[in-house]
C-alpha cells in the first residue's frame, strides 16, 4: 500500500509540473453518415471530401462524405478483411493506409496495414490493396500481463516515406505512457521498430488514452487525440517527435472521440463515435489551431537534456546536457519514485550502463540550477 502511495505522488508530480493546459475550441459541422456507426479514422483528399470507416466488424469498405455530413461514395477495398480497422493515414502522392491494428485484447498475431491508390483517380465502386503484415519487437506473450498490455493500436500517420504508429495503452493498473513504432511504408512483412513513448497522462484510459494522430502537411506539427486532449507537438527534429516543445489542449466536452486530420497546417477535422448509451450521435467537428502553433513558435527553447537511445536496452543509453547542468547529480528512478542508480554528470557527453529490467524509469539531472527529468522506457 505505501508503494502506490509513492507512485501516486510520484506522478502527480509529474503532472503538476507540466504546462497548464489548454481549452481548444471546436465547431460542429455536420452529423455524419448513419453508416458511420463507429468513425475510427478519417483522411481528406480534399477539405471538402472526406474518408472514413467503421471499426472492427465493419464492411471492409471507405465511404466518402463532404463537409455537410452527405455521403458521397462507397469505396470497396479488395484484397482485405475488416478485423479491428482504427485509423487512415496518406502519403504525399495520395496513397491511403488503412490500419487493421485495432488490438484491444492485445492478443492478435494478424496485424496488418492496407495501401490503396489515391480514391480520387479510380473510378468505380472498388479498389485493389496492398498488405503491410507487421509484429511488435517488445511483445512476446498473446496476450501480455495486465501490467503490459500497451499492443493495442488506433493512431498512425505517414511521414518522409515511413509510417508512424502510437499505441492505446490498456495497461493495469494504467501507467499512462503511449508507445511510437515505426514501419516501412511499402507492402511486405516486417518488425516493427519501437522508437520513443510519451505519457500522456494517469487516466482513466478512455481520458487520456490515444485514439489517433496526424502530421500537418509541412511536416512541422504533430498532433495526438484523446478522448479530452489533443497534444500538439512543434520544433522537434526529424522523427524525434517527442523532443520538442508540446502543448496539452483541453477539450470543453468528453465524447468518444476516435480520429483527427489536418486539413492544413493549422486546422483539423475531427471525429466522434456514435454511442447510444451516451447520447453521442457520431459528428464532424472544425477546430483552428493557429493561436496555438503562433504560441509555441514564440516559446521556442532549447534543448537542455537529450537521452539516446530510447527506448533502450538493459538500460545503457548516452546523454548530452547542457554545460549549466554539468557538476550535477544524475539519478535513475523506477515507476514508484524509487532510486535504482545514481552518478555525478561530469561533462557534458555521458555515457551510462546499469542493468535495468523492463519497465518505464525517470532521469533526473539536479544542481543549484534546478532539476531536468526525462522519461526512459527499457526492454
Not at 500500500?1 to 501516486?8: G, I, L, N, T
Not at 478519417?42 to 471499426?55: F, V, Y
Not at 499512462?176 to 516486417?190: H, S, V
Request: hydrophobic residues 35%; contains cysteine; negative net charge.
Amino acid at each position: 500500500m505505501k508503494k502506490k502511495s509513492v507512485q501516486f505522488a510520484f506522478i502527480l508530480n509529474l503532472v503538476c509540473a507540466a504546462s497548464a493546459a489548454q481549452t481548444i475550441n471546436v465547431i460542429e459541422k455536420a452529423k455524419i453518415p448513419s453508416i458511420l456507426t463507429e468513425s475510427s479514422g478519417i483522411e481528406i483528399t480534399d477539405r471538402n471530401h472526406i474518408w472514413s470507416h467503421n471499426d472492427s466488424g465493419g464492411n471492409h469498405e471507405l465511404y466518402e462524405f463532404d463537409s455537410t455530413g452527405i455521403l458521397l461514395r462507397t469505396l470497396n477495398i479488395q484484397n482485405s478483411t475488416n478485423h479491428d480497422w482504427e485509423e487512415l493515414a496518406q502519403d504525399s502522392a495520395g496513397n491511403i493506409y488503412i490500419g487493421d491494428f485495432g488490438n484491444n485484447n492485445n492478443d492478435r498475431n494478424n496485424l496488418a496495414i492496407y495501401k490503396i491508390s489515391n480514391p480520387d483517380l479510380v473510378a468505380g465502386t472498388s479498389i485493389a490493396s496492398q498488405k503491410i503484415k507487421f509484429t511488435y519487437p517488445d511483445q512476446v506473450d498473446f496476450p501480455p500481463g495486465d501490467s503490459l498490455k500497451n499492443f493495442d493500436m488506433e493512431a498512425f500517420f505517414w511521414y518522409n516515406h515511413s509510417l508512424y504508429l502510437f499505441s492505446k495503452n490498456r495497461t493495469v493498473p494504467y501507467d499512462g505512457f503511449t508507445k511510437l513504432y515505426q514501419l516501412p511504408e511499402n507492402p511486405g512483412t516486417y518488425t516493427a521498430v519501437l522508437l520513443d513513448s510519451f505519457y500522456t497522462g494517469m487516466g482513466p484510459f478512455y481520458v487520456t488514452s490515444v485514439t489517433s494522430a496526424d502530421i500537418s502537411p509541412d511536416g512541422k506539427f504533430m498532433v495526438l487525440l484523446s478522448g479530452l486532449h489533443v497534444f500538439l507537438f512543434s520544433n522537434f527534429s526529424g522523427n524525434n517527435f517527442f523532443a520538442g516543445n508540446e502543448q496539452e489542449l483541453n477539450f470543453a466536452e468528453l465524447t468518444q472521440k476516435e480520429a483527427i486530420v489536418f486539413i492544413n497546417d493549422h486546422e483539423i477535422y475531427l471525429t466522434d463515435e456514435q454511442t447510444d448509451t451516451l447520447g453521442f450521435t457520431g459528428k464532424l467537428y472544425y477546430a483552428d489551431l493557429s493561436d496555438f502553433i503562433a504560441t509555441d513558435i514564440s516559446s521556442t527553447e532549447k534543448e537542455d537534456f537529450v537521452l539516446f537511445p530510447n527506448p533502450n536496452h538493459k538500460g545503457n543509453f548516452g546523454l548530452q546536457i547542457g554545460d549549466n547542468f554539468i557538476g550535477g547529480d544524475l539519478t535513475i528512478l523506477n515507476s514508484f519514485g524509487e532510486s535504482v542508480f545514481k552518478s555525478f554528470v561530469s561533462s557534458s557527453s555521458v555515457s551510462v550502463s546499469c542493468e535495468l529490467s523492463s519497465g518505464i524509469y525517470f532521469v533526473q539531472i539536479t544542481n543549484t540550477e534546478g532539476t531536468l527529468q526525462k522519461k526512459l522506457m527499457v526492454y
